[in-house]
């Protein structure tokens, strides 16, 4: 691995007057290191970078920086200016200035070196270094670390104590002779008898476009804020080195929670329901120490963002202690979860395209060549073509974003090919899964090999795609595309085949699933084996899809009847919780009984589901059918036989609620002391407080 900064990659005496000025001179050096492969090319991205947010700090420091194509490894250059360059800074011109460099792909270790330089960046002492230093290859050193900044010579070391006692007029010690001991700093303690109170705890998360200098620029700023403010401050750094998430219990235990950040925070949900500071990552290197006072104050009255959703663990990363059947489960569902939008997008346009000019629409001419303003036909057409669009990216989204579970963003190439490839074989959703696992683990295989630094910088755009791409290809086209297509191909007829027995026993096992966790990995493996049969739809499969939306507007239409039958079963909250969940059964989103499952697991899941098994049953046993892969009760107008399957979602809904009330009566059995009990009303049944 190549040193990070050279002495040939240090400007002492830089005579630019304008920062673009300056970032062609610092990056000529890195062409003539053989950094930079066109000059050009690459201080193209620097200026696109500095478009996005003016790269001066306070303190007289300007870090222009980028990831660009043009770039072999990382690299740093360095320039010092004695007028000062204007990089947007609020105080002023900067003298130092850091034109930082990285591949497109980035490179752990190289980032790693950055993300600390960006650190130094904040004390003065490295800095102060910097400004007196009169040598390049010793500034290198410095910025390397191979060198510590403010190191007293030789000749000061034994100077210094002697100096400070005779100014005290006392005797200097011998050179063996260990000073005494200081007194220790005076700290504030409790009352004798009482616990030392806990510091204020606050968690953070900050990140910056490029992820290479804001990002951990930010961070010790806060750090050093809090440790200036006696407050306990961890965090997050989702920059380019890597992204190691803060442990869950230190997010629990957070009082409070700092957002610098000028990229979307990743899995943010895990901060909601705390007092919640959200900015750019400027402030949180200029205004650290208000940020903390900020966050102090919203907790001390009591402001807290909003509460966490209900997350399914499709929406979590695999975590490296996750067993393999569990990582499976979560690249699956990654997968479903970016696939849903395309589903309902699409299927929601086609279903009415149906609706408004017939089944016989798909027919139609392209609306390209044939369209009259006037005709409903044409119109039809028009939704039934675009919804159709659509529809043709589900396979090859479900496909990558599996990969991208699996292996990040370099999974996405192959993974969208592999999937698109399914398609073409008609290998169908199986094929878009298996696609989607074998771009994730060639990619992730690729990964592991190690490559010369020169080339690190092309691996992410160039070689991994290309290489991953080809193996994916061949092995869909050639080893299991065909064996998917006839596994599809007999899935596809079973569900046609369906009747019967049969059916009401797959209706109630998907009604089942979809009321189990309510919105979980088993709800929806049971909606994404409905989804896939919309993309070869036939009768077996449209029936599938209604039983399987049916059972998915149980739950919160139920807990929504039984607040408002027998509200007294229920606290404040949950009667308050039942008024939305009117709205949220209706629209069929399942989640919506999360909030009563959470309260009272043991009576609410098992209501559910038996009420969801009724239902699914029911529509499977009516015949119901749906083209459309979502919508709840404002897609009836397209099911198939709408009156009977309103009436089998009634029948699962007075099932669920008659349930979860005998249920949590049970709990509230009379009070079997005598009548003449203070807590009893003479009867022998307990009093309401």
């Known amino acids: 691995m190549s040193e990070l900064i050279t002495a040939e990659?240090?400007?002492?005496?830089?005579?630019?007057e304008t920062k673009d000025a300056a970032a062609r001179a610092l990056a000529e050096r890195m062409v003539a290191a053989g950094r930079v492969t066109d000059l050009a090319g690459f201080l193209a991205d620097v200026a696109a970078r500095e478009a996005q947010m003016p790269t001066g700090l306070d303190g007289g420091i300007g870090i222009p920086h980028c990831r660009s194509t043009h770039v072999t490894e990382p690299t740093l250059a360095f320039g010092r200016s004695a007028a000062g360059i204007d990089f947007g800074a609020p105080d002023g011109p900067a003298d130092l200035i850091f034109l930082i460099a990285a591949p497109a792909g980035g490179d752990a270790d190289h980032l790693s070196i950055l993300s600390t330089l960006a650190r130094q960046l904040m004390d003065e002492t490295f800095?102060?270094?910097?400004?007196?230093?009169?040598?390049?290859?010793?500034?290198?050193?410095?910025?390397?670390?191979?060198?510590?900044?403010?190191?007293?010579?030789?000749?000061?070391?034994?100077?210094?104590?002697?100096?400070?006692?005779?100014?005290?007029?006392?005797?200097?010690?011998?050179?063996?002779?260990?000073?005494?001991?200081?007194?220790?700093?005076?700290?504030?303690?409790?009352?004798?008898?009482?616990?030392?109170?806990?510091?204020?705890?606050?968690?953070?998360?900050?990140?910056?476009?490029?992820?290479?200098?804001?990002?951990?620029?930010?961070?010790?700023?806060?750090?050093q804020a809090g440790k200036a403010a006696g407050v306990e401050v961890a965090v997050e750094t989702q920059g380019s080195a890597g992204f190691q998430r803060l442990d869950p219990q230190l997010v629990a235990d957070a009082d409070g929670v700092i957002f610098a950040h000028d990229v979307e925070v990743r899995d943010k949900e895990r901060f909601a329901g705390k007092p919640t500071v959200d900015v750019g990552v400027k402030a949180g290197i200029g205004r650290a120490a208000e940020l903390i006072a900020e966050v102090r104050r919203k907790a001390a009255h009591g402001e807290v963002s909003a509460p966490a959703r209900a997350a399914a663990p499709m929406d979590k990363d695999a975590e490296p202690g996750d067993g393999f059947a569990t990582r499976l489960r979560k690249w699956l569902m990654t997968g479903v979860s970016y696939m849903v939008p395309f589903v309902a997008a699409g299927g929601l346009l086609i279903a009415l395209a149906f609706a408004i000019g017939g089944y016989t629409i798909n027919k139609a001419p392209s609306v390209a060549d044939h369209f009259l303003w006037t005709e409903s036909t044409s119109w039809a057409a028009l939704l039934f073509q675009i919804g159709g669009v659509a529809f043709g990216f589900l396979v090859p989204?479900?496909?990558?974003?599996?990969?991208?579970?699996?292996?990040?963003?370099?999974?996405?190439?192959?993974?969208?090919?592999?999937?698109?490839?399914?398609?073409?074989?008609?290998?169908?959703?199986?094929?878009?899964?298996?696609?989607?696992?074998?771009?994730?683990a060639v990619v992730m295989t690729i990964q592991r090999v190690r490559i010369p630094a020169p080339l690190r910088g092309i691996m992410p755009v160039v070689v991994i795609p290309l290489l991953s791409s080809v193996v994916v290809g061949f092995l869909m086209f050639l080893v299991v595309g065909k064996p998917i297509a006839a596994l599809q191909k007999?899935?596809?007829?079973?569900?046609?085949?369906?009747?019967?027995?049969?059916?009401?026993?797959?209706?109630?096992?998907?009604?089942?699933?979809?009321?189990?966790?309510?919105?979980?990995?088993?709800?929806?493996?049971a909606y994404a084996f409905a989804v896939g049969g919309l993309a070869n739809p036939n009768a077996g499969s449209l029936k599938v899809m209604a039983a399987v939306m049916a059972a998915g507007m149980v739950p919160p239409l139920a807990m929504a009847l039984a607040t408002t039958v027998r509200g007294r079963l229920f606290t404040k909250a949950e009667r308050e919780n039942g008024k939305a969940a009117w709205v949220l059964g209706a629209s069929f989103i399942t989640e919506g009984a999360i909030p009563f499952a959470a309260a009272?697991?043991?009576?609410?899941?098992?209501?559910?589901?038996?009420?969801?098994?009724?239902?699914?049953?029911?529509?499977?046993?009516?015949?119901?059918?749906?083209?459309?892969?979502?919508?709840?009760?404002?897609?009836?107008?397209?099911?198939?036989?709408?009156?009977?399957?309103?009436?089998?979602?009634?029948?699962?809904?007075?099932?669920?609620?008659?349930?979860v009330i005998l249920l949590k009566g049970l709990r509230k059995r009379p009070d079997t002391r005598p009548a003449d009990s203070p807590a009893s009303d003479g009867a022998g049944v307990t009093v309401a407080a």
């Open 127 to 223: 800095t102060g270094a910097l400004r007196s230093a009169t040598e390049s290859e010793r500034t290198a050193a410095l910025i390397r670390g191979d060198e510590a900044p403010g190191e007293p010579a030789p000749d000061q070391t034994e100077a210094e104590p002697a100096a400070e006692a005779a100014e005290a007029g006392g005797e200097a010690p011998a050179p063996d002779e260990a000073p005494a001991p200081k007194p220790p700093a005076e700290t504030s303690a409790a009352p004798a008898g009482q616990p030392t109170p806990a510091p204020f705890r606050i968690v953070a998360v900050t990140s910056c476009p490029t992820g290479i200098a804001h990002t951990y620029m930010a961070a010790e700023s806060l750090e």
């Open 600 to 659: 009272d697991p043991l009576r609410v899941i098992p209501s559910a589901m038996a009420g969801g098994a009724v239902t699914g049953a029911l529509s499977m046993a009516f015949g119901c059918t749906l083209r459309a892969p979502h919508g709840g009760i404002f897609v009836v107008p397209l099911i198939g036989q709408p009156l009977l399957y309103l009436l089998a979602i009634a029948a699962g809904t007075g099932v669920s609620t008659a349930l």
């Open 490 to 525: 007999g899935l596809t007829d079973w569900l046609s085949g369906l009747t019967g027995a049969n059916a009401v026993i797959l209706g109630a096992l998907l009604g089942l699933m979809m009321c189990f966790d309510l919105g979980g990995p088993l709800n929806k493996v």
């Open 9 to 16: 990659l240090v400007d002492l005496d830089l005579s630019a």
């Open 397 to 440: 989204v479900l496909a990558g974003f599996i990969a991208y579970g699996m292996a990040d963003r370099p999974g996405l190439v192959p993974g969208f090919v592999g999937g698109a490839i399914a398609l073409t074989v008609n290998a169908g959703f199986l094929g878009g899964l298996i696609a989607g696992l074998l771009a994730g």
